[in-house]
């Protein structure tokens, strides 16, 4: 079976550009997660759709946002583009929402903002 | 606000030689507990996870883990390191809040095994 997969693996963009990140979770999972992981950095948590409906939010601005398709896969949209942007960009998938199950990660979206 | 804390950014171990990282949390609540593994080219990898009871967890790999409520710690351990553990480990959080579920990371130890 296939694992999470991310899609581009890599993107450079320049500042005020906006940016997609796509992501598609393992068959039978419900839930994403989306991480942002900043060279030397731990990964800093976004957001978590469950059943297409936002079931988390970390602490970042109102550029960011996401959505969850009908067939549970995912978007990550991020507006606006400033340098410190510039991240690996993590998915995971879990079979339930919350933090009982465990999250499967993808190998990541580079991203690059200059 | 929660938190994670991993005070060693990188430790060195010999290969054979017995391995402890540590981890402390914040949180108010009954926290659920996680260590993964990063290592190039392979993603992050779930070790172990702490939800309830026994406070000894074992995990992948040889690795096991202890929660200690009174010190707020979920150190990582293995009794013989071998030279493929070598990566960054992260301790991590789950916590609820206003905000709905989160999971938060600590900064990660890298870890190198010499010879």
């Known amino acids: 079976d296939a694992g999470v997969t991310q899609s581009p693996t890599h993107l450079i963009k320049t500042r005020g550009q906006q940016v997609t990140l796509r992501c598609s979770p393992i068959s039978g999972h419900k839930s994403v997660s989306w991480y942002q992981q900043v060279l030397g950095q731990g990964p800093q948590f976004i957001f978590q759709?469950?059943?297409?409906?936002?079931?988390g939010r970390g602490n970042f601005p109102d550029r960011f946002s996401a959505r969850q398709f009908p067939n549970y896969s995912s978007e990550l949209n991020v507006n606006a583009l400033l340098l410190g942007d510039s991240a690996l960009y993590l998915c995971?998938?879990?079979?339930?929402?919350?933090?009982?199950?465990?999250?499967?990660f993808g190998p990541g979206t580079r991203l690059t903002v200059l | 606000a929660q938190s994670v804390t991993q005070p060693d950014i990188h430790i060195t171990v010999s290969e054979g030689a017995s391995l402890e990282l540590r981890c402390n949390y914040s949180?108010?609540?009954?926290?659920?507990l996680f260590w993964y593994v990063q290592s190039p080219g392979q993603g992050l990898q779930l070790l172990l996870k702490?939800?309830?009871?026994?406070?000894l967890v074992q995990g992948i790999k040889g690795f096991e883990a202890e929660f200690k409520r009174s010190q707020s710690s979920f150190n990582l351990r293995k009794p013989s390191v071998h030279w493929s553990d070598a990566a960054e480990y992260f301790c991590a959080v789950g916590a609820t809040d206003t905000g709905g579920f989160k999971t938060i990371f600590g900064a990660g130890t890298r870890l190198f095994v010499k010879a």
């Open positions: 759709y469950y059943e297409k409906e936002e079931r």
């Open positions: 949180y108010g609540a009954t926290p659920y």
């Open positions: 702490y939800f309830s009871g026994d406070t």
């Open positions: 995971a998938s879990s079979l339930l929402g919350g933090g009982t199950s465990e999250q499967f």
